[in-house]
T-cell receptor, first 113, second 113 residues
Framework: KAGVTQTPRYLIKTRGQQVTLSCSPI?????VSWYQQTPGQGLQFLFE???????NKGNFPGRFSGRQFSNSRSEMNVSTLELGDSALYLC????????????FGPGTRLTVL | GNSVTQMEGPVTLSEEAFLTINCTYT??????LFWYVQYPGEGLQLLLK?????DKGSNKGFEATYRKETTSFHLEKGSVQVSDSAVYFC????????????FGTGTRLLVSP
């Protein structure tokens, strides 16, 4: 079974631009969560989607948004990029139950110049 | 609020040494506790978990016991290998489900031959 895949793996943008990151979950998984990893703040939860609906949300500004498609693939979008948005963005998928283990992808490294 | 505190790293050990990485938590309600490991250039992998007090999670020689009285979940391994070199994250989830994890800052482990 293929694991969680994230595209692109690396991305360089400039301040003020917007960016879209993609995540394909493990086949059969309907929950997708997104996390931001930075040296200063560590790993922080962004949001979780289940069956195309946002089920949980972290404490990030409205510039961070996401969506999930009917095939469970998910995208996250960051608008008006700031230098502090430079981070590793990790996606994780799990199946239906709230107590199911999350499986993480390798991440997308975003650099904002 | 919910939070996890881990010991600062790096932890530097020789091969076959005993490993302890301390983790304490603060949570409302009754959290489930996790240890994740991140190898260089990769996403996070679940190492072990415990869902209630006095449970012991174990995997690949690593163990951690959920201690409610001390709000701790310390990671231990009797004999580390060079291949165990990685960053280890302690995390918790409360009643919103395992899809919204609160992570500690991570502890880097370096094992030398």
């Amino acid at each position: 079974k293929a694991g969680v895949t994230q595209t692109p793996r690396y991305l360089i943008k400039t301040r003020g631009q917007q960016v879209t990151l993609s995540c394909s979950p493990i086949s059969g998984h309907r929950s997708v969560s997104w996390y931001q990893q930075t040296p200063g703040q560590g790993l922080q939860f962004l949001f979780e989607y289940f069956s195309e609906t946002q089920r949980n949300k972290g404490n990030f500004p409205g510039r961070f948004s996401g969506r999930q498609f009917s095939n469970s693939r998910s995208e996250m979008n960051v608008s008006t990029l700031e230098l502090g948005d430079s981070a590793l963005y990790l996606c994780a998928s799990s199946s239906d139950r709230l107590t199911d283990t999350q499986y993480f992808g390798p991440g997308t490294r975003l650099t904002v110049l | 609020g919910n939070s996890v505190t881990q010991m600062e790293g790096p932890v530097t050990l020789s091969e076959e040494a005993f490993l302890t990485i301390n983790c304490t938590y603060t949570a409302t309600g009754y959290p489930s506790l996790f240890w994740y490991v991140q190898y260089p250039g990769e996403g996070l992998q679940l190492l072990l978990k415990a869902t209630k007090a006095d449970d012991k999670g174990s995997n690949k020689g690593f163990e951690a016991t959920y201690r409610k009285e001390t709000t701790s979940f310390h990671l231990e391994k009797g004999s580390v290998q060079v291949s165990d070199s990685a960053v280890y994250f302690c995390a918790l989830a409360v009643n919103t489900g395992f899809q919204k994890l609160v992570f500690g800052t991570g502890t880097r482990l370096l094992v030398s031959p």
